[in-house]
């Protein structure tokens, strides 16, 4: 079946550093690749996507690009500040048509200290 | 702006109890769905609806069962709550060909005595 492997947490960054969260999947077909985010005390929230191989999703400072030869979608950010502390999901789905489940990895606990 | 909203941010019931988790959507998407979030496992899926009336088992359904009587609103329900059922409960929300993207409630931390 799908699954999501993601670098397991908890990562512990200062301001302003550069940071990498990995995320590997395995699926059949060409799934939709998807980055969510939980704040503290909320529900998830998209942060980003790409629908196909070489797509790059981008909001916040954020980047992944959609990886179809190494069956990767990797988390990036240049710069992190303190309100990037959350927990990062990575998540693929969409793969077979009608079937809108996801399946996300176990997350990742991000914290930035000042 | 798609809003997904659950009944109750926290709830506290005892071992044996019937529990109902109420989830309403208004942005008319058709298929709907319910996760436990637990720490170190990330989020399972437990009941998953594509229509009205329709609903599918997820990766752990044992132990609840869920309800989808109008497009809107999806419930879970947990028939004799116990101890190991103490979890965040999220609910989410997708359109048809929306290629996956879901929207999610901002959960429910049900803990049970």
């Known amino acids: 079946g799908d699954s999501v492997t993601q670098m397991e947490g908890p990562v512990t960054l200062s301001e302003e550093a550069f940071l990498t969260i990995n995320c590997t999947y395995t699926a059949t077909g060409y799934p939709s690749l998807f980055w969510y985010v939980q704040y503290p005390g909320e529900g998830l929230q998209l942060l980003l996507k790409a629908t196909k191989a070489d797509d790059k999703g981008s909001n916040k400072g954020f980047e992944a690009t959609y990886r179809k030869e190494t069956t990767s979608f990797h988390l990036e950010k240049g710069s992190v500040q303190v309100s990037d502390s959350a927990v990062y999901f990575c998540a693929e789905g969409g793969s077979n048509f009608g079937n809108e489940k996801l399946t996300f990895g176990t997350g990742t606990r991000l914290t930035i200290i000042p | 702006d798609v809003k997904v909203t659950q009944s109750s941010r926290y709830l506290v019931k005892r071992t044996g109890e019937k529990v109902f988790l109420e989830c309403v959507q208004d942005?008319?998407?058709?298929?709907m769905f319910w996760y436990r979030q637990d720490p170190g496992l990330g989020l399972r899926l437990i009941y998953f609806s594509y229509d009205v009336k329709m609903k599918e088992k997820g990766d752990i359904p044992e132990g609840y069962s869920v309800s989808r009587e109008k497009k809107e609103r999806f419930s879970l329900i947990l028939e004799s709550a116990s101890t190991n059922q103490t979890s965040m409960y999220l609910c989410?929300?997708?359109?048809?060909?929306?290629?996956?993207?879901?929207?999610f409630g901002p959960g429910t931390r049900l803990t049970v005595t």
């Open positions: 942005m008319d998407h058709e298929n």
């Open positions: 989410a929300s997708s359109l048809d060909g929306g290629l996956g993207e879901q929207y």
